[in-house]
């Protein structure tokens, strides 16, 4: 069972495309990237509840097929499926384990390479991303800018009793600043913390440098690796204004990253 499917329906609910961090710079930075996908086929590799794949057939994508790890998040992709039919293809599969299941034009992963915990499972995330991309085609994720300082501790608290020092980011961004010491390969970093009923279900993601990263896509055979800085858009500065967007600017959350086989 993965770690995602006690808290599937909590965090769907957390990733609501509306929040201003989802409006004004996940989006943009993701799709910016991305570009035009009209017609283009697309892997979406730990898809969760299926927000990008629908998002990508919303944008004119062809074929799109979304595979992840959680049974209980695929459920859920699954539901919102039957209630919009889109033809999203779903599959339930670990990507280190998935072997190649076409020939795509793009693949991308909206926070899954962070899940590896050492240089060996990503290399082995990157060889599944390499093998189902057609020739001179792109990989295209967002991932958690886990560089940044402070660390950022996403804390979803569906209690009462949240501790009051942690409304302000609760309410504008989902976030709480956290210190958790020197960076060490293969450290596990909490980035999601569920308090249901009667437990509490912590996601981890895991340190890797930057430098293992580029070593992971470089020996699965890509030949050029590019990073991005988050995107803000303006239209975000205009409706909240500079300072409400302060932290984000000085602790980017996000990164982009960019592949090309």
């Known amino acids: 069972m993965s770690v995602y499917d006690p808290i599937a329906k909590q965090y769907q609910e957390s990733r609501h495309p509306n929040t201003a961090f989802a409006l004004y710079i ?3 930075t993701y799709f910016n990237m991305l570009g035009d996908i009209t017609g283009k086929s697309i892997l979406d590799l730990g898809c969760g509840e299926g927000i990008y794949a629908r998002n990508f057939k919303k944008k004119g994508a062809g074929r799109v097929v979304a ?6 998040m695929l459920t859920l992709a699954k539901e919102q499926e039957a209630k919009e039919p889109l033809g999203i293809e779903y599959i339930l599969s670990d990507m280190q384990e998935l072997g190649q299941v076409g020939s795509f034009d793009v693949v991308t992963a909206a926070y899954s390479l962070n899940h590896a915990q050492t240089k060996e499972q990503l290399l082995a995330m990157c060889r599944t991303i390499y093998d189902n991309l057609k020739p001179e085609c792109r990989f295209v994720a967002i991932n958690n800018n886990l560089d940044r300082a402070p660390e950022s501790l996403i804390y979803i608290n569906n209690n009462l ?8 980011f609760l309410e504008e961004y989902g976030y709480e600043e ?9 450290k596990p970093l909490p980035s999601l913390i569920y308090q249901l009923e009667d437990k509490t279900v912590v996601i981890e993601d895991y340190y890797l440098s930057k430098a293992t990263y580029e070593w992971a896509f470089l020996e699965a055979g890509f030949k050029e690796i590019r ?4 995107t803000l858009l303006e239209a975000g500065i205009r409706e909240f204004g500079e300072e409400f967007w302060q932290d984000y600017v000085k602790y980017p ?9």
């Open 26 to 28: 996940e989006e943009p």
């Open 67 to 72: 595979v992840d790890i959680s049974e209980g």
């Open 161 to 168: 009793d949240r501790p009051p020092e942690s409304y302000r």
């Open 178 to 186: 956290s210190i958790s010491g020197s960076k060490e390969e293969g």
């Open 227 to 230: 990073w991005h800085e988050q």
């Open 253 to 261: 959350n996000m990164v982009g990253i960019e592949c090309w086989k």
